[in-house]
């Protein structure tokens, strides 16, 4: 195999995934995408959705223009504006007065499922496929899945996720293990008829947010499926608290987070009533990863989005970085392939900046939940003096 890559092995059939395979096809790359669930449907058993604000524009650099011309569809509001707009407010989870407001800028909250959907277009996907073992040499990359099947590749992409089967791999189980942190999270969504939803939309278009000693609260539209009628709008509620908790789902999970919202101020405590018997709903604790460095067998096997960096939800930034890993990984192919890097030292420096910036990452979300719950020391918190930005 050539020492410029050409044949790329992408693992997960993620945001991150998707992008870097959209990247590089743009570039002329052979890419395959080899995901271990059967369809995109099996990857989304309840709608997710997540905010891009500094990653936004990258996008626009790693697909097609006729899949940016379709972005909007894949908005949590499909009317919501791809420009500026004002930021997000902070609340008072007692009494419901302002906080902070983080400044203006872009900020989008996107369905998972839509975009990936959107990001598989044109993508060869390969389902089914588990990853048991990798084997690399000065020729390529040989995958070995646990079906028994094999495939080769000058480079192979993990992106597998937070519980990345290719970070054990390269690490070893016990350094790729995320670590249990002391927050739980509760998520859930729920359609709050028209009145409450003009109440949730008062707080911001998009995405609001309440802190207490009670811990944290957001509320924010997660699908509009009619856009001219709020009343028809699903919305998100995600609710945070120090503690512990196994995985708890369905109904259970509802009566927890009602129960755990029913102090809070307006618009979050009429939201949680709102919810119902029957609603999709988790509980869990919530874990991360720190960034630290992988060895990339000579430039062949690389970690990209939360494979290489799992971050707790503070100031949402996990999915920006994992697009701005994108965008520097199809960058850094890209010159490899012309010849104007060598592919060793190119994903070297890659892999560095990646930690560098991850690492970091990762700490500042974990300091911000130490400080979340502090009502004097809300306005310490990054996200009160630079608000979303990178």
């Not at 504006?81 to 609340?91: K, N, P, R, Y």
Request: aromatic share 8%; glycine share 8%.
């Amino acid at each position: 195999m050539s020492s410029r890559p050409k044949r790329v092995a992408v693992v997960g059939a993620g945001v991150t995934g998707l992008l870097v395979a959209q990247g590089l096809m743009m570039n002329g790359f052979e890419v395959t995408v080899y995901e271990k669930q059967d369809s995109l449907d099996r990857l989304e058993p309840r709608p997710i959705s997540f905010m891009v604000h500094w990653g936004f524009e990258i996008i626009k650099t790693l697909i097609p223009s006729e899949l940016w011309a379709q972005i909007h569809t894949t908005f949590c509001n499909p009317n919501a504006s791809t420009e500026a707009i004002e930021g997000i407010t902070f609340f008072n989870g007692h009494n419901g007065e302002v906080l902070f407001r983080s400044p203006p800028g872009v900020i989008n909250r996107l369905l998972r499922h839509k975009f990936r959907k959107l990001l598989s277009t044109g993508v060869h996907i390969c389902w089914n496929q588990e990853v048991g073992s990798v084997k690399a040499d000065d020729d390529g990359v040989i995958i070995t899945f646990d079906n028994g099947s094999t495939t080769t590749a000058d480079v192979v992409v993990g992106a597998d996720g937070p519980r990345s089967r290719m970070r054990e791999i390269l690490l070893g189980e016990d350094k790729a293990r995320c670590v249990q942190s002391d927050f739980v999270c509760g998520y859930t969504s729920t359609v709050l008829g028209r009145e409450k939803a003009e109440l949730a939309l008062q707080a911001h278009p998009a995405w609001t947010m309440a802190y207490s000693e009670m811990g944290v609260c957001a509320l924010g539209v997660d699908d509009a499926k009619d856009p001219d009628d709020t009343s028809t709008w699903t919305f998100n509620i995600t609710r945070i608290w120090r503690g512990e908790s196994p995985k708890i789902e369905g109904d259970e999970a509802v009566r927890i987070i009602k129960e755990n919202t029913a102090a809070f101020c307006e618009p979050f405590k009429s939201a949680a009533e709102a919810l119902s018997h029957g609603s999709s709903a988790f509980v869990r604790s919530l874990t991360y990863w720190r960034t630290i460095p992988w060895p990339n067998h000579g430039g062949r096997i690389t970690l990209a989005g939360d494979a290489a960096h799992a971050m707790l939800p503070f100031r949402g930034q996990g999915v920006n970085h994992a697009i701005d890993d994108a965008s520097k990984l199809v960058a850094t192919l890209v010159k490899v392939s012309k010849g104007d890097e060598g592919l060793m030292p190119a994903m070297d420096a890659y892999g560095a900046e990646v930690v560098e910036r991850c690492a970091e990452a990762v700490d500042t979300a974990i300091n911000e939940g130490k400080l979340v719950q502090n009502m004097d020391k809300h306005m310490d918190m990054v996200v009160a003096k630079r608000g979303v930005s990178k």
